[in-house]
């Protein structure tokens, strides 16, 4: 018989609530601060932006938090996500590794962000909110939201990061294609788009500040993230949760190496905290490996202290890895790892030690996606092409060293919109992967703002 390299799940085995880290941290991670007087701030400081359930999940400390019935079903249409043994990467690699593949590029939107775009734009619905302001920066987070606020009819408007609306045309047309408005940011809409020039390449930090400014204004408005919160963290779960019970079916009692890339941090920490669990009540021994880009370096050259989580300061400070809320990282292909700071939880781990950082190349990273496709038939979106980069490094030492590590990769979403990308690397010319030299990087962390906390 055929050896079984995909995993489902039964209907009854499906995860039925999300799983909060922070219950099971030793010490907790520190508090979102106010912009304007520094003090930790209370669900009232949220409430304009959003509903009250996500305020609550936001700082909630219970370890599993119910999924509702209605997310449930919407999960059911492309979850359980398969976990698949990479048999024929292994061969190409000649490992007797065994490596298995956590794949969410069979989502509506082709990428793990519909996990909490649909609880979001519900939670939203259910509070009378019919538009939703968001950021997004390759454009799989607009294309999320705008999926799930068309099942809800409501309306969504994306400021969309300026480079990538100029060079990825066909992901727009995808988020218009679910129903949502995309604007180019820095745009001439609001203040804080204003505050640049026209045809400025625009950042993450500057979209953002651009959507919450909207949303802030419109009474009938609330925004949405994509990565970066706790809530976001948690309603990504979903992903580990269902990988652990996989690996199980697999035949195997553990991972040995987790691996995810990390942009805001939120694909990572759903793939690892159901299994960093495991290492802290169950005395697991799991390495959870954390991947970003060389040119934005957050986790390994970055600073860990409290700094603004966009351009304009409008949202809260929050204690995390950091290049500074001004850091313009240099126009890579993963355009959803280009964000100058890191998820509060995923720092906070990454400091006591529980996770470690690497950052690679762009050049390596194509390279590995390139033969992942050649011998798996996936191609991978350029960010996740990080995790699987990075577990190829962990084969070869593997080889070299005569073991034989069980390797969970996060492959977070699909490349099939990236094929520009991929077509630059094929002919030798791909561009925009500049080192960060140390003098622009000093001078980037020197606008992290001096607080004490
Ligand atoms: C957005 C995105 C990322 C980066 O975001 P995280 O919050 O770090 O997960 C990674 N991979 C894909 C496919 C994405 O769309």
Not at 50 to 57: G, S, T
Not at 199 to 224: R, T, W
Request: with cysteine; net charge negative; charged share 20%.
């Amino acid at each position: 018989m055929t050896e079984q390299v995909t995993f489902h799940l039964e209907p009854d085995e499906r995860p039925t609530h999300w799983y909060n880290i922070v219950a099971d941290l030793p010490t907790p991670p520190a508090p979102p601060l106010h912009p304007g007087t520094h003090q930790p701030v209370g669900p009232d400081d949220l409430t304009a932006l959003f509903p009250p359930e996500l305020i609550e999940q936001e700082v909630t400390g219970e370890r599993y938090v119910e999924i509702p019935e209605a997310v449930q079903e919407v999960y059911a249409q492309y979850r359980p996500a398969p976990l698949i043994r990479a048999r024929k990467w292994e061969e190409k690699l000649g490992t007797k590794a065994r490596i298995y593949v956590k794949y969410e590029g069979g989502s509506p939107a082709g990428s793990h962000k519909v996990n909490t775009a649909v609880p979001q734009a519900y939670y939203n619905k259910i509070n009378g909110i019919n538009r939703l302001t968001t950021e997004t920066g390759a454009g799989q987070w607009g294309t999320a939201l705008s999926y799930a606020c068309s099942l809800y009819d409501m309306t969504c408007e994306v400021w969309q990061v300026g480079h990538s609306f100029d060079t990825k045309p066909q992901r727009r047309t995808l988020i218009e294609v679910f129903g949502g408005k995309v604007y180019r940011s820095p745009s001439q809409d609001t203040e804080s788009g204003r505050a640049f020039e026209e045809g400025h390449p625009g950042s993450l930090g500057i979209a953002i500040s651009e959507a919450v400014e909207v949303a802030a204004a419109a009474p009938d408005a609330k925004y949405a993230l994509g990565s970066v919160l706790n809530h976001v963290l948690l309603h990504q779960t979903i992903i580990g949760q269902e990988a652990v019970k996989q690996l199980e079916k697999a035949g195997e009692t553990g991972a040995d190496i987790v691996i995810g890339c990390a942009g805001g941090g939120s694909n990572l920490a759903g793939l690892i905290f159901p299994f960093l669990r495991e290492n802290l009540v169950e005395g697991k021994k799991a390495r959870l490996v954390a991947v970003e880009p060389a040119s934005c370096p957050t986790m390994t050259r970055g600073t860990f202290a409290y700094d603004f989580g966009d351009t304009a300061g409008l949202v809260p400070l929050m204690k995390m890895y950091t290049l500074g809320h001004d850091f313009v990282p240099s126009p890579i292909h993963a355009g959803g790892l280009r964000y100058h700071g890191m998820a509060p939880l995923v720092s906070h781990v990454v400091h006591e030690g529980y996770v470690e950082p690497v950052a690679l190349a762009q050049d390596e990273c194509f390279a590995a996606a390139v033969e992942f496709a050649r011998t798996q038939g996936i191609v991978a979106a350029p960010e996740s092409s990080h995790a699987l980069a990075q577990a190829k490094r962990e084969v070869l030492k593997a080889n070299e060293e005569g073991t034989e590590p069980v390797i969970v990769i996060g492959l977070s979403g699909y490349g099939l919109l990236e094929l520009g990308a991929f077509d630059s690397y094929l002919k030798g010319n791909l561009s925009g992967d500049s080192q960060l030299s140390d003098e622009e990087l000093a001078t980037s962390l020197s606008t992290v703002p001096v607080i004490e906390g």
